[in-house]
């Protein structure tokens, strides 16, 4: 009805534009199935490792019922290595084990990632390779509940990763455009 | 397009000038390889200030100013002071690398200087920390390490000091030591009364309470003195005259054996203890209702403060619980029995530890699937309100209390339950009235309100024991009945996929 302020907690918020795209492709996430619809199955998809990004209505009454999923979404443990190394001065010793253990073309995608090193006795040590999944807010629940295809209103949802997708490149330039809205 | 480098180091902030970027251009191999060579590195990055931090504390406010992504005033001033000035309407010919993405925004948003955090500012950064106390003249050897090792130290402590979950520990160790202590109390309590039986065994069919059988063993001391005059006394203890002349009379045909006053005195020293033990429960059981109201007040009002507890301590602190999806809180406490079935394909428990709540005791047979599943929702939500919520109040763990009542009802009579929406909309409004209303009037009432649970909580507690009774009975018949056939489960998955 009347237009409320927003919950600062509701944070990234989509404009109107890219709310629309996103829910466009909400809209066909569930054509082809790739859609979990609700908070609790969004959880799972994020503790199962499956989810591309979470989708959260900021209009939510109480919004505290979705802030679990940001916290999930973060800090999702990506790739596990161990490497023994002889010296700890540099860093640079970090980026030639792993460019001699993966090759240079993928480390140089490994720097879009956090990596955190996990000093360990024998002086070798755990490199844990972090990846976020995005997660953005749009304006409102029941439009949300229409893109889903349910007469209900929903308040998260989460997209879910298929290698054979044909909606693979339009989720790779969803994802790139919600972590703009972090910078 | 100039562009300069913002460091943070322990020692203070430092602000580098990048040259030759345009020969480097954006490659980062190259810049990878210049950076291990500090004679290539000082000729592409040159220090242009430094401002070091005037304490160990400054350090670290600045240092968590950063980290959560705002720019202090000193940090303010010090760009301003050393960057060139941005003037309005006009593109600046320069941009500012950070390491945080965050602060480069809001740096932005106050100063107008446009920040960039991508992989070949990284890069730099990270020669610029490689090199660190070679730029700085004034740094004697050493000093980096030490300031590193201090401020590491200090952000340590302070991100650790104001953790949450810390306070979510008390909880879980008072509900651990709740268990324990009537374990014990009840071991005690038994060994009382096997001890003082052998002085006086037919104490035992009189008195039946363990607290009252010690507090009485601990008035009489010796049954042979026994007399008119210990009437009052034990009339006050047991709360009935009769009871107390019979224990008089049975005082004076015993067949116990006489035990010597040392005896005697090491058995009155056990039942003191015995009573202060329970004493003693009785006080930690008010710390925890009082701690589960200030930590989980939501939860709290809707399944209790034991259940509760026991919820948070079983998932390991209030913010795992609330991470949890409402399908794990509804079997946590069974995990045995889940993987016994996961393995044999047999069936899954409908309830862990919320079997204890008064809600799946008072539901009928058929239908203590259903209400478990929409109580563990139920608590989901105000497990979640009570961890993220910055207000402390029971108002939405009372309407989800009531919600799951009208499900009881619906199951039972057919009454329509309301809808979520509406549920959270009321409580909203009331929470807007309230914030409106005089604080006196508020604090009236809510301490209305505590007694009125109180009442009904003891009477919930009641039904629940009477109906546990039923129960067990009932869950004889589930056997047999899900023995008899899988064709009434598919009948009742359909079901349930339809609702």
């Known amino acids: 009805m009347t237009v409320e302020g927003v919950n600062p907690k509701a944070y990234p918020l989509a404009d109107s534009q890219l709310s629309i795209t996103i829910l466009d492709l909400v809209q066909q996430a569930t054509n082809y199935k790739q859609l979990k619809k609700g908070a609790n199955e969004a959880t799972k998809t994020l503790n199962r490792g499956i989810s591309e990004f979470i989708v959260m209505a900021a209009d939510t009454e109480p919004l505290e019922i979705l802030l679990h999923l940001p916290l999930l979404a973060e ?5 596990f290595l161990l490497i023994v190394s002889l010296s700890y001065e540099s860093q640079l010793v970090v980026s030639l084990a792993l460019a001699s253990f993966t090759g240079f073309t993928w480390v140089s995608s490994s720097y879009d990632k956090k990596i955190r090193l996990y000093w360990l006795l024998d002086s070798s040590f755990e490199i844990v390779i972090v990846d976020n999944v995005p997660y953005v807010f749009v304006p409102s629940k029941q439009a949300l509940g229409r893109a889903c295809d349910v007469t209900r209103p929903v308040i998260a949802c989460s997209v879910t990763s298929n290698e054979a997708s044909q909606l693979k490149s339009q989720i790779q330039h ?10 | 397009m100039k562009i300069y480098l913002l460091s943070e180091s322990p020692s203070g902030y430092g602000l580098f000038e990048g040259h030759g970027s345009d020969e480097i251009g954006q490659n980062t191999e190259a810049v990878r390889s210049s950076v291990s060579d500090l004679s290539r590195f000082g000729r592409v990055v040159q220090l242009t200030a430094f401002h070091p931090f005037q304490s ?6 600045q240092i968590n100013a950063v980290s959560e992504g705002y720019m202090s005033d000193e940090l303010r001033s010090f760009l301003e002071l050393n960057l060139p000035k941005v003037k309005e ?7 500012l690398g950070v390491s945080e993405p965050k602060i480069g925004s809001c740096i932005f948003e106050a100063t107008k200087i446009p920040c960039q955090s991508n992989e070949f500012v990284h890069e730099l950064l990270r020669g610029v920390r490689q090199h660190f106390d070679r ?20 952000y ?20 651990f030591m709740l268990d324990t202590l009537d374990k014990d109390i009840n071991s005690f309590a038994m060994r009382v009364r096997e001890w003082y039986s052998w002085h006086f065994p037919e104490l035992v069919k009189i008195v039946n309470d363990n607290y009252l059988y010690a507090k009485v063993s601990k008035i009489i001391v010796d049954k042979s003195k026994l007399s008119e005059e210990h009437i009052p006394m034990l009339t006050e203890a047991l709360g009935d005259e009769d009871k107390a002349r019979e224990v008089i009379e049975a005082g004076k045909a015993s067949m116990g054996q006489d035990l010597s006053p040392v005896d005697l005195i090491n058995v009155q020293t056990f039942a003191q203890r015995v009573m202060d033990l329970a004493d003693y429960r009785k006080k930690l059981y008010d710390y925890l209702v009082t701690k589960m109201s200030d930590i989980a007040p939501n939860l709290a009002a809707l399944i209790g403060e034991m259940v509760g507890a026991r919820l948070i301590s079983h998932a390991g602190s209030l913010t795992n619980l609330a991470k949890c999806p409402s399908s794990t809180l509804q079997i946590l406490g069974a995990e045995k029995a889940l993987f016994r079935a996961l393995k044999t394909r047999g069936n899954t428990p409908k309830y862990g530890l919320i079997f204890h709540s008064s809600f799946i005791g008072r539901a009928s047979a058929k239908n203590k699937g259903r209400i478990a599943r929409f109580l563990a929702n139920k608590c989901s939500i105000a497990s979640r309100i009570d961890c993220f919520s910055d207000n402390s109040t029971t108002a939405f763990g009372e309407k989800l209390r009531e919600q799951v009542e009208e499900r009881l009802d619906f199951y039972d009579k057919g009454v329509a339950p309301r809808k979520n929406v509406d549920v959270m909309k009321e409580v909203l409004e009331n929470l807007e009235k309230k914030d409106e209303g005089e604080k006196t009037v508020d604090a009236s009432e809510k301490k209305k309100k505590r007694k009125t649970e109180e009442k009904e909580e003891e009477k919930e507690e009641e039904k629940s024991k009477k109906k546990k009774k039923k129960s067990k009975a009932v869950e ?8 008899n056939g899988h064709s009434k489960k598919k009948k009742k998955t359909k079901s349930q996929d339809d609702e």
């Open chain 1, 75 to 79: 800090d999702k443990v990506f790739e």
């Open chain 1, 174 to 183: 969803l994802k790139d455009a919600i972590e703009k809205l972090l910078i």
């Open chain 2, 56 to 61: 160990a504390l400054d350090a670290l406010n």
């Open chain 2, 89 to 95: 309407g006009k593109k600046p010919k320069f941009s």
């Open chain 2, 135 to 154: 730029f700085i003249k004034d740094l004697k050897p050493g000093d980096l390490e030490k300031a590193q090792l201090g401020l590491a130290h200090s």
């Open chain 2, 156 to 175: 340590s402590r302070a991100k650790v000091k104001f953790n949450v979950n810390r306070v979510d520990n008390m909880v879980i160790q008072a509900i």
């Open chain 2, 476 to 483: 004889g018949e589930e056997l047999t009945a899900t023995d």
